[in-house]
């Protein structure tokens, strides 16, 4: 256990709203990334934050901001959310020094 | 951008067989890692690899580093049904400023006939 939690675990929003997920974790890890699963793609990354107020782009960050104002938290928002950003939306850690990422339970968005 | 190709993409199985599946990529890797998902939770890290030729076991679970540094498998043995889930292969790429990312393969389904 990785000590990562995700809120909310699932979502349901109308299209044109905007939507924020939080990603929270307890040990302190310097990296922490964010990843949308969709049948037939995998897990693709969106953001990724390598220190607070450190973020970069992933592969899929058109439509997509996040913030880190504290180590401990990372937060994922649309703006305006779409039908297309209907999905299982992942948060990860880098496990300290090494290549191994941990991952949160996930969080089911549905966008009507 | 990089890309890792799992196969087969789907597999059905009895019960007590092994199974075999692979990772290839364009471009070497320095670490593979080989995660499962069991439905409606997130992915668990299995077995990780940061040597060529390593071969690593973790139970019923053996993965190996391909000598090519661009390939990976992981083979389970003697399936059991809790066995059934997404498997997937992912690797490390470092950009600028130290900032890092995994790549994973769009994943194997498996499934186990009792």
């Known amino acids: 256990d990785a000590g990562i939690t995700q809120s909310p675990r699932h979502k349901v929003t109308e299209t044109g709203t905007p939507v924020t997920l939080r990603c929270h974790q307890t040990?302190?890890?310097?990296?922490m990334y964010w990843y949308r699963q969709d049948p037939g793609h995998g897990l693709r990354l969106i953001h990724y934050?390598?220190?607070?107020?450190?973020?970069d782009k992933g592969e899929v960050s058109d439509g997509y901001s996040v913030s880190r104002s504290k180590t401990e938290d990372f937060l994922l928002t649309l703006e305006s959310a779409t039908s297309s950003q209907t999905s299982v939306y992942f948060c990860?850690?880098?496990?300290?020094?090494?290549?191994?990422?941990?991952f949160g339970p996930g969080t089911r968005l549905t966008v009507l | 951008g990089q890309q890792l190709n799992q196969s087969p993409q789907s597999m059905f199985i009895q019960e007590g067989e092994d199974v075999s599946m692979n990772c290839t990529s364009s471009?070497?890797?320095?670490?593979w890692l080989w995660y499962k998902q069991d439905p409606g939770e997130g992915p668990v890290l299995l077995i990780a690899?940061?040597?060529?030729?390593e071969l690593t076991s973790n139970g019923r679970l053996t993965a190996q580093f391909g000598i090519t540094r661009k390939d990976s498998f992981l083979n389970i043995s003697a399936s059991i049904p809790s066995d059934v889930g997404i498997y997937f292969c992912?690797?490390?790429?470092?950009?600028?400023?130290?900032?890092?990312?995994?790549?994973f393969g769009k994943g194997t389904k498996l499934s186990v006939i009792p």
């Open positions: 990860a850690i880098r496990g300290g020094a090494s290549d191994t990422q941990y």
């Open positions: 040990e302190n890890h310097r990296y």
């Open positions: 934050s390598y220190g607070v107020k450190d973020t």
């Open positions: 471009s070497i890797f320095n670490t």
């Open positions: 690899l940061y040597k060529a030729g």
């Open positions: 992912a690797g490390p790429t470092y950009s600028g400023a130290g900032s890092y990312q995994l790549t």
